[in-house]
């Protein structure tokens, strides 16, 4: 195909193209600006290009690269825990000095209709607020879906990529529920990762990318929720054990 070399190119999410593609895109472009952050990756196999590898690709002068050295989406309190989650060595922005409404906390339930009556009640509560309820599996998705529309409760929405047809506005105000890899990208008031029982007991690298993507997404309050009598397996692993014990509890 014929090429026009007089556009000007943004590209968000940069880190998740291959390198192969800054190969080529000189080609189309008259100026490229690319957002890149090599920590936030969901993705299977970790297939990532970092920014220096980016900016070495499309020979980006160091005078050219601009770092973003301050958080301006979490409170403090939710940035400090998500940094300790950060899975690789990347300088992280200076902490923000606004502080949680209310601080992280683990909530258990007895069930995932006694974890929608919770979620129901804080919407009612904060009806003003952006919630993202995010979990590992369709099923956990649907089975909280369910619990809603049995409750009569209609101010959420539910991400399924098989309904692409379907417009939705996951920062509203309300529920927004999917699973944690739609999370990147997105940010809410309010944001509880949910049914954390089903994570394996030591989860890879990849798992660790997308746990602190879940705690990121937070701008004011987070809390991390599980379904039964027992923590998840993984709360207790070598690797998570000591930061997820800094996280309060609520009793059941």
């Known amino acids: 195909p014929s090429i026009d070399s007089s556009l000007d190119i943004v590209i968000d999410e940069g880190q998740d193209l291959p390198d192969v593609f800054y ?7 008259r100026s490229i600006t690319v957002y890149a952050d090599g920590a936030q990756v969901i ?32 409170a403090q309190e939710v940035a400090k ?13 200076d902490l923000p000095t606004r502080m949680c409404t209310e601080p992280p906390e683990i909530i258990p339930f007895h069930s995932h209709k006694e974890a929608a009556n919770h979620i129901e009640l804080i919407a009612n509560n904060f009806s003003n607020k952006s919630i993202g309820v995010f979990v590992k599996h369709t099923n956990e998705r649907d089975l909280l879906a369910k619990a809603f529309k049995a409750n009569n409760f209609t101010k959420f929405q539910i991400y399924d990529p098989k309904e692409w047809k379907k417009t939705i506005d996951p920062c509203a105000k309300g529920v927004f529920i999917a699973t944690n890899k739609v999370a990147k990208g997105l940010e809410f008031d309010i944001v509880i990762a949910a049914a954390l029982e089903s994570w394996p007991a030591t989860p890879s690298e990849e798992e660790d990318g997308v746990f602190y993507v879940l705690l990121s997404r937070s701008k004011d309050v987070l809390k991390l929720s599980y379904t039964g009598t027992d923590e998840p397996i993984f709360f207790k692993s070598d690797k998570y054990r000591d930061k997820i014990n800094l996280i309060p509890r609520k009793p059941q």
């Open 23 to 29: 190969q080529l895109i000189h080609q189309f472009a």
């Open 81 to 93: 825990l998500a940094e300790t989650f950060r899975p690789r060595d990347i300088v992280p922005a």
């Open 43 to 74: 993705s299977e196999g970790l297939k990532k290009t970092l920014p220096e590898n980016i900016a070495q690709t499309l020979g980006i002068e160091p005078s050219h690269r601009k770092l973003l050295r301050k958080n301006y989406r979490n």
